[in-house]
């Protein structure tokens, strides 16, 4: 069973709003820190947003202001909401996940368990 599975990807013209799910009925941890990361071709996959079982949140700061990570616990699933989209938002959009809820940030190298991510592409 895949641990997570991510949605909501697609096309959309600058300045539009996209609302990305991670479903993470495959991850069972009533502690957790959730992540979402991106990886634009021939870049570095980067953290975007992370979100613990707390509620608490952390940004990168090119997204800060415009996307919004959220859960919700019922559904086990996890949420990014981006607004004003820009033309370098264009990437493959990964959810993520790890255990160590007191040490959450979107760090690439923190976290074991990923989904296969689901393509997000921003025209001008």
């Known amino acids: 069973q895949v641990p997570l599975v991510e949605s909501g990807g697609g096309s959309v013209q600058a300045g539009g709003s996209l609302r990305l799910s991670c479903a993470a009925s495959g991850y069972s941890a009533s502690s957790y820190c959730m992540g979402w990361f991106r990886q634009a071709p021939g870049k570095e996959r980067e953290g975007v947003a992370s979100i613990t079982n707390f509620g608490s949140t952390t940004y990168a700061d090119s997204v800060l202001g415009r996307f919004t990570i959220s859960q919700d616990k019922a559904k086990q699933t996890v949420y990014l909401q981006m607004n004003t989209l820009k033309p370098e938002d264009t990437a493959l959009y990964f959810c993520?996940?790890?255990?160590?809820?007191?040490?959450?940030?979107?760090?690439?190298?923190?976290?074991?368990?990923w989904g296969q991510g689901t393509q997000v592409t921003v025209s001008s």
């Open positions: 993520a996940a790890h255990n160590r809820w007191y040490a959450c940030k979107a760090a690439v190298d923190d976290f074991g368990y």
